[in-house]
C-alpha cells in the first residue's frame, strides 16, 4: 500500500511542529523510517506480517500486547489488519495515543490506517482474559545490546522510560492462554530462549530478531 503521495515524498524530513518530548521523534508514523516504509508499501511477505498470520486472502485480527512505538501494530494495521494496541506505561500510552491522532490529521490514507489501531493503556496480563483476535503480539523489552543503530537508540530511550520487562514469561503465559489462534513471541537472533517457556511450534527469522510462533490446538 502506498499511503502519501506526492505532498510527502516532497518533504520527506518535516518533522511535527507539536514534537517536545524527547520520544517524539520516535513516535512518528509520519516522517523518518516508519514514514518512509508506509510510502513504499508495506508487504505481506514481511517476517512480522507471516508470523502473523497473514496468508492467501487472510486478514488476521490482532492484539499487540506490547504496543511501546506502535511500529509493529502501524505496519500490521496498514496491511489491513484491525489491532488493539495495549500498553502499560501511562506515559507511552500518550506519546503513542497523540501520534497516532498526528498521523490521521496528516492524510486520509494515515488516518484510515489508524482507525484499524485501537489503543488501550493498561496491563496486557490483566487486560488480555477480557479480549479475544486470532492472533496476540508479544515484544517485550529484549536483553541490551551495542549498537548504536537510531532505531535501537530509540528503544535505548523507550527502556530508559519503561525499564526492563522482567516479566516477560508471565506475559506470555497470559498470551497463551488468552483466546486466541496463534501467539508470536519477538525476541532477539541470538538471545536465549525465555526460561521457562515451552518450546513454539515454529520460529520465523528476521533481519535481528526471530518470531517464535506458538499455535494454539484445538481453538
Ligand atoms: C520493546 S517495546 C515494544 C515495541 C513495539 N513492538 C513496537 O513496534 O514499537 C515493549 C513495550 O511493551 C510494554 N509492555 C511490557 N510489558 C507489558 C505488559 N505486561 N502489558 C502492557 N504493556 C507492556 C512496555 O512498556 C514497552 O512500551
Not at 81 to 102: F, G, W
Not at 165 to 183: S, T
Not at 195 to 219: E, N
Request: hydrophobic share 45%; glycine share 8%.
Amino acid at each position: 500500500m502506498t499511503g502519501g503521495g506526492p505532498q510527502d515524498t516532497a518533504h520527506p524530513k518535516r518533522r511535527s511542529p507539536k514534537a517536545k518530548h524527547p520520544l517524539d521523534s520516535a513516535f512518528d508514523f509520519v516522517n523518518g523510517a516508519v514514514g518512509y516504509r508506509f510510502r513504499s508499501g508495506a508487504s505481506r511477505r514481511d517476517a512480522l506480517a507471516r508470523a502473523a498470520g497473514f496468508g492467501k486472502g487472510a486478514v488476521p485480527t490482532i492484539i499487540d500486547a506490547t504496543a511501546g512505538l506502535g511500529r509493529d501494530a502501524f505496519l500490521l494495521a496498514t496491511l489491513g489488519a484491525q489491532v488493539t494496541l495495549l500498553e502499560r506505561s501511562p506515559e507511552v500510552h500518550d506519546l503513542l495515543r497523540d501520534a497516532l491522532a498526528r498521523a490521521a490529521a496528516e492524510s486520509p490514507e494515515l488516518a484510515a490506517v489508524v482507525a484499524r489501531m485501537t489503543l488501550k493503556q493498561g496491563d496486557a496480563r490483566e487486560l488480555l482474559p477480557g479480549l479475544r483476535a486470532d492472533t496476540v503480539i508479544v515484544d517485550p523489552m529484549h536483553p541490551p545490546r551495542t549498537n548504536s543503530a537510531v532505531v535501537k537508540q530509540e528503544m535505548r530511550l523507550l527502556r530508559e522510560l519503561v525499564g526492563a520487562d522482567p516479566d516477560a514469561l508471565q506475559l506470555m503465559q497470559a498470551a497463551l492462554a488468552a483466546d486466541c489462534r496463534r501467539v508470536v513471541l519477538k525476541w532477539p537472533q541470538r538471545a536465549a530462549p525465555l526460561q521457562g517457556l515451552r518450546k513454539p511450534s515454529h520460529s520465523i527469522a528476521g533481519k535481528t530478531v526471530r518470531y517464535d510462533v506458538f499455535m494454539m490446538t484445538g481453538r
